[in-house]
């Protein structure tokens, strides 16, 4: 079945540098993409959602690329600020609808020192 | 607002003892699921349900149940406890393929 690799499991870096973080994925069907935001002792947060159509995508500060020929998906952070400290993780999406499944990268710890 | 609600939202069990992990979703969707989150293992698949119908069930164990009595609820009950179903578990409900989670119910089993 699908699997999703994630690195680096905890990343540092000072306040206003970028941050990137890389997933990949076994499963040249797969469609679906997302990266999620859980800050201490809370949920998930999503972040953004991409379709296997969408080499790029860019909100809010943060970029996600998608290169399906090397399986890979990337999430960069540009000029990171302390309040983007938490575990991000990948998830990549298994069936459709109602029988969807997420299959999770392990997820990286993000420190962004001010 | 919240929009999904989990209770609790932490929980101390003995083992051998039976629990029921509440989730209800205001996001109007027809699918919901649960994953667990623990220390040894990263977020994983448990369940899922369309119209309160059973999709999927990744669970190997019977002790896991889902329940829902509602088009919105979907429960959890765990029987037969075990310090290693110490973990905290997510209830997520989805629109079309993306799915949206509560703030989990952290279980700890002594």
């Known amino acids: 079945g699908e699997q999703v690799e994630q690195r680096p499991p905890h990343l540092s870096v000072p306040e206003g540098d970028s941050a990137v973080i890389i997933c990949t994925y076994t499963?040249?069907?797969?469609?679906?993409f997302y990266w999620y935001k859980q800050e201490p002792g809370a949920g998930l947060q999503l972040l953004m959602s991409?379709?296997?159509?969408?080499d790029r995508k860019e909100e809010q500060g943060l970029t996600v690329l998608l290169n399906k020929k090397d399986k890979q998906l990337s999430l960069n952070l540009t000029a990171a600020h302390p309040g983007d400290s938490a575990v991000y993780f990948c998830?990549?999406?298994?069936?459709?609808?109602?029988?969807?499944?997420?299959?999770f990268g392990e997820g990286t710890k993000l420190t962004v020192s001010s | 607002d919240p929009k999904i609600i989990q209770k609790p939202k932490y929980l101390v069990a003995v083992t051998g003892s039976e629990k029921i992990l509440i989730c209800e979703q205001y996001l109007g969707h027809n699918a919901m699921y649960w994953y667990r989150q623990s220390a040894k293992k990263p977020l994983e698949f448990m369940f899922s349900?369309?119209?309160?119908?059973?999709?999927d069930n990744q669970t190997a164990s019977s002790r896991f149940q889902p329940q829902s009595s509602k088009k919105n609820h979907l429960d959890l009950q765990i029987t037969a406890l075990k310090p290693d179903d110490s973990a905290t578990y997510f209830c997520?409900?989805?629109?079309?393929?993306?799915?949206?989670f509560g703030p989990g119910t952290r279980l700890l089993v002594l």
């Open positions: 991409v379709f296997s159509n969408v």
């Open positions: 499963d040249s069907a797969t469609a679906y």
């Open positions: 349900y369309s119209y309160q119908k059973l999709m």
């Open positions: 998830a990549v999406s298994v069936g459709q609808g109602g029988s969807a499944k997420l299959i």
């Open positions: 997520a409900s989805s629109h079309r393929d993306t799915q949206y």
